[in-house]
C-alpha cells in the first residue's frame, strides 16, 4: 500500500497563489504518474496536473500557465505551484499516484479562492 499525505490547502483571494504538496509513504517501488485532481460540489474528479516518472508533465487546459507540477523522485513529493487562482479553482485537490495497475488516493485538502 502508498500512504499519500497532502499539505497546503486554504483561502486566498483571486488572483493570489497557493503551493500543494503530497508526500507519498508505504511500499514505494516503481512509481509510475504523480498528481493532483480535483473535485467541487456537483461535479466530477477531474485531472488538473500530473508528471511521468521521467518527468514529462500533462496539464489540463483550465490551469496551463497558471499551475507548475513538479516531483522529486528522491523525496517521492510531488508539489503542485497554483499562480492566479480564479474562483472556479475552487475545489478539494486530490494528490494521486499510479503504481503499476493500482493507484492511490490522499485524503483531500481544500482550496477555496474568494472573489
Known amino acids: 500500500q502508498v500512504q499519500l499525505v497532502e499539505s497546503g490547502g486554504g483561502v486566498v483571494q483571486a488572483g493570489g497563489s497557493l503551493r500543494l504538496s503530497c508526500a507519498a509513504s508505504g511500499s514505494i517501488f516503481s512509481i509510475n504518474a504523480m498528481g493532483w485532481y480535483r473535485q467541487s460540489p456537483g461535479k466530477q474528479r477531474e485531472l488538473v496536473a500530473s508528471v511521468s516518472s521521467g518527468g514529462v508533465p500533462v496539464y489540463a487546459g483550465s490551469v496551463t500557465g497558471r499551475f507548475t507540477i513538479s516531483r522529486d523522485n528522491a523525496k517521492n513529493t510531488v508539489s503542485l505551484q497554483m499562480n492566479s487562482l480564479q474562483p472556479e479553482d475552487t475545489a478539494v485537490y486530490y494528490c494521486?499516484?499510479?503504481?503499476?495497475?493500482?493507484?492511490?488516493w490522499g485524503q483531500g485538502t481544500q482550496v477555496t479562492v474568494s472573489s
Open positions: 494521486n499516484v499510479v503504481q503499476g495497475r493500482r493507484t492511490f
